[in-house]
């Protein structure tokens, strides 16, 4: 069954070196293979994300994948440290406080990479 394997997350980026430099060097991924097509994976704890260079890729504004972790305060701290910047949300049913949101079920924040993909990284309770 699918749910017993990892899943790979395909991103699109407008330009792939940034892309690269943002997953590798403030986040902390390794690259394990990139080709002249315009494609680099990168190693993940359960899988991978494949950037995929597309210079059209839109900017809208909606969770393109989300940790899993069990230390949510840890991980701010070590992205933070990096230079990662995480976004604030005052929505109806979504609002976060020191850029965390109580899901109920989870807590959760979010960052942008280059290409403006929202990026969650998530705790549950």
Do not use: C
């Amino acid at each position: 069954m699918l749910a017993d394997h990892p899943v790979d997350l395909i991103l699109d980026v407008p330009d792939l070196d940034i892309a690269r430099a943002f997953y590798v060097d403030r986040i902390g991924l390794r690259v394990v293979r990139e080709d002249d097509r315009g494609a680099v994976d990168l190693q993940t704890g359960g899988g991978r994300i494949a950037l995929r260079h597309n210079p059209d890729r839109g900017e809208e504004e909606l969770t393109r994948a989300s940790w899993r972790v069990d230390d949510l305060t840890a991980e701010l701290a070590e992205l933070r440290s990096r230079g990662v910047t995480f976004k604030d949300y005052d929505l109806p049913g979504l609002g976060t406080i020191n850029n965390v949101a109580d899901l109920g079920f989870a807590w959760a924040t979010w960052f942008t990479d280059p290409a403006h993909n929202v990026i969650g990284v998530l705790q549950y309770k």
